[in-house]
């Protein structure tokens, strides 16, 4: 058999296992020095465009929380203290550019305020909702990125009873947060009063502050609301991952099956959809699954 003809196979095939690693085009940002190797299939891995290495993986942080405002993706992650074992830490808000994959700037909360950052939302006029597990935050953007801190740029409330802040998102009016449980009867969303911040700030409200409340998936770790008014819901665990399509009173239209890991969703100004993965992260590097990227979702090609 010609020996240049071999070569020439095999350098194709290489080629084809890089497309199917990165979606086609080489993935951006900054690649982890500390993974050998990504997972080149996941499920549905042919919708998932344009993909950025999340922001922070050699540093140790965690992505959680995920939105998009004016040509950026923001993301809320956690630096695993005092050790990867733990599941809390220090949070960090990452500014991206969403076109190159380029780092804009990022904001560290207050130590001791914020410890896992599980939902990000952008909730209009250059505000962001981060949502602690027991605490939301209204930050201001610009203010923070300038200082590097939210300190003196933020109101919060604590949250407690069944409002939990797993994670967040905006309907174009109101702001949500939602609960990460596996009972079935504590899997819900919550519409936060507009007020809340204005009348609460640095105090504790509960459940009856909600204006409305609707079920969703168990295992639920990001949301976001689309230009129809579906409602997108990502699930995951370390086995595996889901994409649910809502009515909005919570009714599950349609389910794909994703990447292990999945974590928060958002849809930018031209109304794409978009997710990211703490899988391949420093402290899940041990997963059979390896895919630490922001990526966006052609939901026109999941199946």
Not at 28 to 35: E, I, K, M, Q, V
Not at 90 to 118: N, W, Y
Request: hydrophobic share 40%.
């Amino acid at each position: 058999m010609n020996k240049a003809w071999v070569m020439a196979v095999m350098a194709a095939v290489a080629a084809l296992a890089g497309c199917a690693s990165d979606g086609g085009t080489a993935a951006l940002g900054t690649a982890p020095g500390y993974l050998p190797a990504l997972s080149d299939a996941v499920p549905n891995g042919a919708a998932l465009s344009h993909r950025i290495y999340t922001p922070g993986l050699d540093e140790g942080y965690v992505p959680q929380g995920l939105t998009s405002a004016a040509g950026y993706l923001f993301v809320s992650s956690y630096k695993p203290t005092p050790d990867l074992k733990s599941n809390t830490g220090p949070c960090r808000v990452f500014r991206i550019e969403m076109a190159t994959g380029k780092a804009a700037g990022h904001f560290d909360l207050q130590p001791g305020t914020c410890t896992h950052s599980g939902g990000l939302a952008h909730v209009g006029g250059g505000k962001l909702l981060l949502a602690d597990t027991r605490q939301v935050f209204l930050i201001d953007v610009d203010q923070a990125l300038a200082s590097g801190s939210a300190a003196g740029a933020s109101k919060s409330v604590k949250v407690s009873g069944e409002l939990r802040g797993s994670y967040a998102t905006f309907d174009g009016k109101d702001a949500w947060i939602g609960t990460w449980t596996k009972e079935q009867p504590k899997a819900r969303m919550f519409r936060l009063d507009a007020r809340l911040f204005d009348d609460f700030d640095g105090q504790s409200v509960k459940e009856d502050r909600a204006v409305e409340s609707i079920p969703v998936p168990l295992e639920a770790q990001g949301a976001a609301f689309d230009r129809a008014g579906s409602l997108w819901v990502s699930a995951s665990n370390s086995r595996w991952g889901r994409l649910y399509r809502l009515d909005r009173r919570g009714q599950v239209l349609a389910q794909y099956e994703m990447v292990a890991g999945l974590e928060d969703l958002t849809v930018d100004a031209a109304g794409h959809l978009w997710g990211l993965s703490e899988s391949g992260t420093r402290k899940y590097s041990a997963w059979d699954t390896r895919f630490p990227f922001i990526f966006r979702i052609d939901t026109g090609k999941l199946r």
